[in-house]
Nanobody, 123 residues
Framework: VQLQASGGGLVQAGGYLRLSCTAS????????MGWFRQAPGKEREFVAA????????WYADPEKARLTISRDNAKNTVDLQMNSLKFEDTAVYYC?????????????????WGQGTQVTVSS
């Protein structure tokens, strides 16, 4: 499975961004797609996840109100809409695939990772 994340950039606090992750390779119909982020000097942390069929979504609790994860099977993409961005959202955002389907907030339960896309929020 190959993953390509895009959509990052520089945005002012209070603004929004839509990240996209395009998957290719193996059939993903039974997998879970997740988004993580890693700020400088910090560990990679869970942001959100969605089943490839779109039947289930999960969010890191503090982020729930500002985020929407969605998928487009026709385009083989999973998007992360982030609203009301804060300076603390500045990080490299990674998309990943889990073949396990459990423990979705844990880095080690994901098998494939994209290269990351930088999100910078100016205060």
């Amino acid at each position: 499975v190959q993953l390509q994340a895009s959509g990052g950039g520089l945005v002012q606090a209070g603004g929004y961004l839509r990240l996209s992750c395009t998957a290719s390779g193996r059939t993903l119909s039974s997998y879970v797609m997740g988004w993580f982020r890693q700020a400088p000097g910090k560990e990679r942390e869970f942001v959100a996840a969605i089943t490839w069929a779109g039947t289930g979504t999960w969010y890191a609790d503090p982020e729930k109100a500002r985020l929407t994860i969605s998928r487009d099977n026709a385009k083989n993409t999973v998007d992360l809409q982030m609203n009301s961005l804060k300076f603390e959202d500045t990080a490299v955002y990674y998309c990943a695939v889990s073949t396990r389907g459990y423990g979705l907030d844990k880095v080690y339960n994901y098998d494939y990772w994209g290269q990351g896309t930088q999100v910078t929020v100016s205060s």
